[in-house]
T-cell receptor, first 115, second 115 residues
């Protein structure tokens, strides 16, 4: 079964607007961590933001915030004030406590920011 | 500030040829990983290592072998390359597990084509 589902293969957003990337996950573990990575066209994987399953506050890192809804098992990434440099593929990933060495990745969402 | 370095960056092989991908990290992390990235599938774990001298299978280990003779190096070998192994390969390194914010840091990737 798919552990991480990203249902939006591609999205367009206007510069300076906000965009939300969806991520739902599947786990029976109570302890887990959720990550978002960015992959620009150059190919490297860049860590953006982390949310632990016991964290009460939603994580924020600059223009990135994670909308964590535990009961719905969703961990959506919000990018505020989009910039042209935000055009990239974005991956959601999860690490479960019983599997704590391993990251399970979603298929990714491509974001294109328009001027 | 090298982080995780992969060599080579690109390689073209003929079916049946062998090659070794090298990953080196300067962060003194215990865990190292090899992933492959195929279109529409996110990243899938091939093999991983939880410390010097240890290796273990991930989701898609067939056709690959690994070795971790030194803490800072993790080698991925293809003994007899097949076209199905055409992919982008990523190495990553991370600290010991648990639910802390243990980020996996990625190399720039190796683009491999098997003809």
């Amino acid at each position: 079964a798919q552990k991480i589902t990203q249902t939006q293969p591609g999205m367009f957003v206007q510069e300076k607007e906000a965009v939300t990337l969806d991520c739902t996950y599947d786990t029976s573990d109570q302890s887990y961590g959720l990550f978002w990575y960015k992959q620009p066209s150059s190919g490297e994987m860049i860590f953006l933001i982390y949310q632990g399953s016991y964290d009460e506050q939603n994580a924020t890192e600059g223009r990135y915030s994670l909308n964590f809804q535990k009961a719905r098992k969703s961990a959506n990434l919000v990018i505020s004030a989009s910039q042209l440099g935000d055009s990239a593929m974005y991956f959601c990933a999860m690490r479960e406590a019983f599997n704590d060495y391993k990251l399970s990745f979603g298929a990714g969402t491509t974001v294109t920011v328009r001027a | 500030n090298a982080g995780v370095t992969q060599t080579p960056k690109f390689r073209v092989l003929k079916t049946g040829q062998s090659m070794t991908l090298l990953c080196a990290q300067d962060m003194n992390h215990e865990y190292m990983y090899w992933y492959r990235q195929d279109p529409g599938m996110g990243l899938r774990l091939i093999h991983y290592s939880v410390g010097e001298g240890t290796t273990a299978k991930g989701e898609v280990p067939d056709g690959y072998n690994v070795s971790r003779l030194k803490k800072q190096n993790f080698l991925l070998g293809l003994e007899s390359a097949a076209p199905s192994q055409t992919s982008v390969y990523f190495c990553a390194a991370g600290r010991v597990g648990g639910l802390a914010k243990n980020i996996q840091y990625f190399g720039a990737g190796t683009r491999l084509s098997v003809l």
